[in-house]
């Protein structure tokens, strides 16, 4: 009935009707395969909602659809708002060829709605055990699309948190719980290694700013000037040094660091004066 309201009028008054937020295109009423299949429901059923419409059972929903809000009562008391939630899970279970932006937009919109324990078991009562439980949504751990696995993965974490999810997901067959398992291993270690390199990162910089530091240091103390005292400790440092060079090159025997023997500076000094006469300096 709403869906044929929809297509003949673009409105109903049957139903939650199409809502408006977050994104303003998931839909609601009866779930289809496909178009072809819709189309070929509200052909064949046109004739009979027509009929209804004559009838007295109409007649007194709308009188009771006048006198009582219990349907609008229920819209605003209900746990979760926004969406039909049974449409979105219908969509998930029977949906073919959906695009990945309508799946990812649906589980955004359950994770998103579904946060307290009454969310929580209102999202679980549409996923009962013996129609497979969490199977709709834990599709989407395979998924090809890496951000709805990954949405999924945040889905299932919300739902442990509460005892009855938690053992909706201890359920759930081997091959989907070892999906999410290795999501999880993976999500970890990209995060510890993220860390890693965060803190490698942070002790190189340290190490950077301590250099610059010293650096800045050395700078400064030789920008100072030198006091009287300080210039004659440098000088006498300087000279300490250079006696230190000239006795390492010319040993006190006369030779060489590289092995030639040289006369020492007194004997060159006596040469000389033997070659050069009694004159004296």
Request: one cysteine or more.
């Amino acid at each position: 009935m709403q869906s044929f309201s929809e297509t003949g009028v673009s409105t109903s008054m049957v139903g939650m009707g199409i809502p408006q937020g977050l994104g303003g295109s998931l839909g609601s009423g009866m779930v289809f395969m496909d178009d072809a299949t819709r189309a070929r429901e509200m052909t064949s059923n046109a004739s009979r909602i027509e009929g209804w419409r004559g009838t007295k059972s109409y007649e007194y929903w709308q009188q009771v659809r006048g006198v009582s809000n219990d349907f609008q009562n229920w819209l605003e008391a209900r746990p979760v708002k926004g969406f039909d939630m049974q449409h979105q899970i219908g969509r998930l279970r029977y949906g073919k060829n959906m695009l990945d932006g309508e799946v990812e937009l649906i589980v955004r919109s359950l994770h998103a709605c579904v946060r307290t324990y009454d969310q929580i078991v209102e999202l679980l009562s549409h996923l009962p055990p013996q129609h497979g439980g969490l199977i709709p949504i834990t599709f989407g751990l395979f998924h090809t699309n890496r951000s709805i696995r990954e949405i999924t993965v945040d889905l299932l974490d919300v739902i442990r948190t509460q005892t009855i999810g938690d053992k909706f997901v201890v359920n759930l067959n081997q091959f989907h719980r070892f999906a999410y398992i290795q999501i999880l291993e993976t999500r970890k270690r990209q995060e510890a290694e993220k860390a890693a390199q965060q803190e490698q990162m942070s002790a190189q910089l340290h190490q950077q700013a301590q250099i610059a530091q010293q650096v800045f240091a050395a700078a400064s103390v030789e920008s100072i000037p030198q006091t009287g005292s300080l210039r004659e400790s440098r000088s006498t440092t300087s000279h300490k040094s250079k006696r230190e060079t000239l006795a390492q090159i010319f040993g006190g025997n006369g030779i060489v660091s590289n092995g030639t023997n040289t006369p020492s500076l007194s004997r060159a000094g006596s040469m000389h004066r033997n070659v050069s006469g009694p004159t004296a300096f």
